[in-house]
């Protein structure tokens, strides 16, 4: 081999990289959830887009939805309210960031009661929306909630107690994630108690399961239903929310849950998987990550379920 050839060969992964630098080839990317409408995600009960700006509520997932290709922005709707008002902040939300950046609609996701407060939004204004994901959330209501509605009658003299308590907690979150939301715990409660969801399905049924424990319409009106729930409690021994979790499992019986909704509860248009290996937080990769051993990957799902998205064309 001569010494100009062999120059040249040294010279070939330089050239390929300056090639590479200015456009000629396109440098591989991931795609895998650059849909074609943006993601939103929408929190639950007590829920936050970020405390202090630091601890995220949907922890690491919209880093890893955005590693991607997917844009994604995070709701901050009521910590305390029923689906109707969280929808109408949700509304507002969506028209800013259809009039900052052009969108025309988007894909919505809701964890726990993000859930029936994106149906909220599907069902007043389609025209916003290209798909509801729901994670965990209690379509058909949660037997924790019946149990305190229970306990905390309309009469009783604890009941207005605990709502103020529940409601200064709440008003906290709010301060602490930068947001001045008028709390309302027993509007909560009111929905989502397994009567109050009755009434609410009633007046929003789009993609509503038509059998008892089934799968809904997987499309209404233009609008892809999906939903995804987990079925486990305990999780992980150095979580101390999975006491809360166990202890409310405890109310459902022999029904499958995740402490806080059951396996049924979560069933709303297409369900993908009604049992992973989590509990009410862990399907929002809480706290900080924490989960069984060998339970799926919350952000994994989720980059699957943009992916999803992506293929149907959203």
Known sequence: ??????????????????????????????????????????????????????????????????????????????????????????????????????????????????????????????????????????????KVADFVGTTLPEGSPLRPLVASFANAFAGLIGLLSGSDDTQDSLAALAALESAGSARFNARYPQGAPTTACGSGAASVNGIRYYSLGGTSRGTHLLDASDVAMVAGGLLFGGEANDGLVGRCSSHWGQVIRDDYGWNHLDEVNQIAGLRGLFSSSPTSVYRSQVNRLKNAGL
């Open 1 to 142: 081999m001569s010494r100009l050839h062999y120059r040249r060969l040294l010279r070939a992964p330089l050239l390929l990289a300056c090639l590479l630098l200015a456009g000629v080839f396109p440098a591989s990317a991931d795609d895998y959830t650059r849909t074609r409408h943006p993601v939103v995600l929408v929190h639950g009960l007590f829920g936050f887009d970020a405390i202090g700006g630091v601890y995220d509520y949907w922890f690491g997932i919209p880093e890893a939805l955005r590693a991607g290709g997917a844009r994604v922005h995070v709701a901050q709707v009521a910590a305390t309210q029923s689906n109707e008002v969280r929808g109408e902040a949700l509304i507002d939300q969506l028209e800013h960031l259809q009039a900052l950046h052009g969108y025309a609609r988007f894909n919505l996701i809701g964890h726990s009661q993000g859930g029936p407060t994106a149906r909220y939004v599907a069902a007043v204004r389609p025209d916003l929306v290209a798909s509801m994901s729901s994670v965990g959330s209690p379509h058909a209501g949660s």
